[in-house]
Nanobody, 111 residues
């Protein structure tokens, strides 16, 4: 049974940092591209970043230079390090593998 469980969200002040984790199980993690998406209230879900099986990364323009995606195949976990957070980063963040989504973790950036 494929499972993706996100964690690490929370409330942070503008300029702060958070690290999200997504623990995967039920499939061969190293064989899959892993992605992070986010969805803000009243907005469509959007791609934040993805990392390929070879470790290549792609980022949305809005997060380039601030966010870093990484993976640990030994732990079947993908991470999203988020620095210099802005109020517009407030959203529910989801990880995705193939057609499977996690349940999401809330990130709120507010003073």
């Amino acid at each position: 049974q494929v499972q993706l469980v996100e964690s690490g969200g929370g409330l942070v002040q503008p300029g702060g940092s958070l690290r999200l984790s997504c623990a995967a199980s039920g499939f061969t993690f190293s064989n899959y591209r892993m992605s992070w998406y986010r969805q803000a209230p009243d907005k469509e879900r959007e791609l934040v970043a993805f990392i390929t099986t070879a470790g290549n990364t792609v980022y949305a323009d809005s997060v380039k230079g601030r966010f870093t995606i990484s993976r640990d195949n030994a732990k079947s976990t993908v991470y999203l390090q988020m620095n210099n957070l802005k109020p517009e980063d407030t959203a529910v963040y989801f990880c995705k593998a193939s057609a499977k989504w996690g349940q999401g973790t809330q990130v709120t950036v507010s003073s």
